[in-house]
């Protein structure tokens, strides 16, 4: 695991941002395989910037998306569909049909998490997975639990998750739905790499634990621990609680921007 600690949510945005930039222009096809919540927005504020400006181009990218609430509609104010649509597909001018959600209100909701790791494959996999994390450890929706599943599948969301989700429903609990579909552990490892993007107080605890501690399905950020290839980017308060001795020390770098 490399850990880049940067000076701000900023700088580590657009650090991000200016490694989709890169991968994009590598492989102007790249499968990359997308997150929700606070985090990524002022990521995704820099992709449109850098597309507004040329650098970037999405024209022939393909994305997937981690995870979806179960019983809303993709037109629903809450859904995540919503939101990437707010937040990145509308200011990027990517084909929709290039875009993959899962659908929340599929009939067969077995059949839909199929029907998306068929998608997944059949893009031949996902190159670039960004991740953020919950304050609980969660990636995607995969909750802490006695046992994780490997692909994508339904899940019953903790009230933790559902309150950190309820400004998406005008702050209205009632409103969040008890249950999502996710990608699942194994649909994330089978990534060719992984970033993961953490900012602020609130997640150094957590990340402290998911980088520094055993690899435990109570934690699934844990997980990561055990692919080849991923990058954390932090910016100093999500990596304030890091051991400056532990495990991973040597390997935090800290960019100038
Ligand atoms: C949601 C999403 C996750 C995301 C997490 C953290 O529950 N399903 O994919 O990583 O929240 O969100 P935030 O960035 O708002 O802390």
Redesign the pocket.
């Known amino acids: 695991m490399r850990i880049t600690v940067c000076r701000d949510p900023e700088a580590a945005s657009a650090l991000v941002a200016r490694r989709i930039a890169a991968a994009l222009a590598r492989d102007p096809a790249l499968v990359l395989s997308l ?6 927005i002022a990521l995704y504020d820099r992709l449109t910037q850098a597309v507004a400006e040329g650098r970037v181009d999405f024209a022939r990218a393909v994305t997937f998306n ?2 979806e609430f179960v019983g809303i509609g993709a037109a629903h104010p809450g859904s995540y569909r919503t939101f990437m649509e707010r937040h990145l597909f509308s200011r990027i001018g990517i084909p929709r049909r290039r875009t993959h959600l899962l659908d929340g209100r599929a009939r067969d909701l077995a059949a839909e998490c199929a029907r998306f790791e068929r998608a997944i494959a059949g893009a031949g996999g996902v190159d670039l997975q960004l ?5 609980n450890g ?4 995969n909750e802490p639990g006695p046992d994780l599943m490997a692909g994508t599948h339904r899940m019953k969301l903790t009230s933790q ?1 559902r309150r ?2 309820a400004a998406l429903f005008g702050g209205d609990l009632r409103q969040v739905p008890r249950e ?1 579909l996710t990608m699942g552990m194994g649909t994330i490892l089978r990534a060719q790499r992984i970033i993961l993007l953490a900012t602020g107080w609130s ?1 150094a605890r957590i990340v402290r634990r998911a980088l520094e501690g055993p690899v435990t399905t109570w934690l699934p950020a844990s997980f990561l621990q055990l692919h080849g290839d991923v990058e954390v980017v932090l910016d100093r308060d999500a990596a304030s609680r890091l051991s400056p001795q532990g495990p991973h020390g040597p390997r935090v770098t800290r960019p100038r921007s």
């Open positions: 997150p929700t919540g606070r985090t990524p981690l995870d991740l953020g994390i919950g304050l969660h990636v995607g929706f998750t950190a989700n999502a997640k």
